[in-house]
């Protein structure tokens, strides 16, 4: 395995290791997790759905090649850490709260880009005439 593969797959695990407890506790909803929801006034029937969400999400990037699903997991993972810092600011929440989220996208990018890379596709997904002729 050379080195490019060995980090996307240190990363996407790192990522799926530290999202399925977050996963797992949306769709449990314990006492501190409602009353942090309560805090940023978010209803609590979100976090069963997101929790969903996240477990498929993180079952489909531990499946790398399901092509297009993958790109809709990376995109929905980024959508969710992002929202998730963006409704903890606007919710007041302390700056470890809003932080916390967006430091999950560090192994996420780089799950992603070593995807690319290691898969010599950097550039081709999204780059629809980049370089071409005109």
């Known amino acids: 395995m ?8 240190a990363a996407t695990a790192l990522f799926c290791l530290g999202t399925l407890p977050g996963a797992v506790m949306d769709i449990v909803q314990p006492s501190m997790i409602v009353d942090m929801m309560h805090a940023i006034d978010m209803p609590l029937y979100i976090l069963t759905l997101v929790g969903v969400w996240k477990l498929l999400g993180v079952v489909a990037l531990a499946l790398p090649r ?4 993958n790109e809709w997991a990376y995109a929905g993972f980024f959508f969710d850490l992002t929202g998730a810092a963006w409704c903890h600011t606007m919710g007041g929440d302390t700056a470890a709260s809003v932080v916390t989220p967006l430091v999950f ?7 992603y880009l070593l ?3 290691s898969a010599g596709t950097a550039g081709v997904v999204g780059a629809v005439g980049v370089g071409a002729a005109a």
């Not at 050379?2 to 797959?9: A, E, R």
């Not at 399901?66 to 699903?69: I, K, N, V």
């Not at 996208?105 to 799950?111: E, T």
């Open 66 to 69: 399901l092509g297009r699903l």
């Open 105 to 111: 996208l560090i192994p996420l990018g780089a799950s």
């Open 2 to 9: 050379n080195k490019l593969k060995l980090g996307y797959v």
């Open 115 to 117: 995807r690319e890379v």
